[in-house]
């Protein structure tokens, strides 16, 4: 039975950075699809970054690019989301997802229906 448990979120002022964790039970991110999607209250989710740890390819939707940084922890079997410069707009919930991979040819965000396992969010607020 695979698990995924997001972690990290909180409120934080404008400028600010968080860290989000992604830790997995029953399923080992290396060699494997991790992504990160957010939504925001009355908004439909949307996709922040994937990455492709088989090929180490990484995606950031244009707004993130520059501040936010994905990661993974092989050894504790881990997945970060650095948020660096957080602006009000980042403000949503955050979940994680992963797959086994790689999805094939996919060289941008994957619509979240590609993937099996999520976890159930952490709130991220960032106040003006």
């Known amino acids: 039975d695979v698990q995924l448990q997001a972690s990290g979120g909180g409120l934080v002022q404008t400028g600010g950075s968080l860290r989000l964790t992604c830790a997995a039970s029953?399923?080992?991110?290396?060699?494997?699809?991790i992504a990160w999607y957010r939504q925001a209250p009355g908004k439909e989710r949307e996709g922040v970054s994937y990455?492709?740890?088989?090929?180490?390819?990484?995606y950031y939707r244009d707004s993130v690019k520059g501040r936010f940084t994905i990661s993974i922890d092989i050894a504790n079997n881990t997945v970060a989301l650095q948020m660096n410069s957080l602006k009000p707009e980042d403000t949503a919930v955050y979940f994680c997802?992963?797959?086994?991979?790689?999805?094939?040819?996919?060289?941008?965000?994957?619509?979240?229906?590609?993937?099996?396992?999520w976890g159930q969010g952490t709130q991220v607020t960032v106040s003006s």
């Open positions: 997802a992963a797959v086994e991979g790689p999805l094939p040819r996919i060289r941008s965000m994957p619509h979240g229906n590609l993937f099996d396992y």
């Open positions: 029953g399923f080992t991110f290396d060699n494997n699809d």
């Open positions: 990455f492709s740890t088989s090929d180490d390819y990484k």
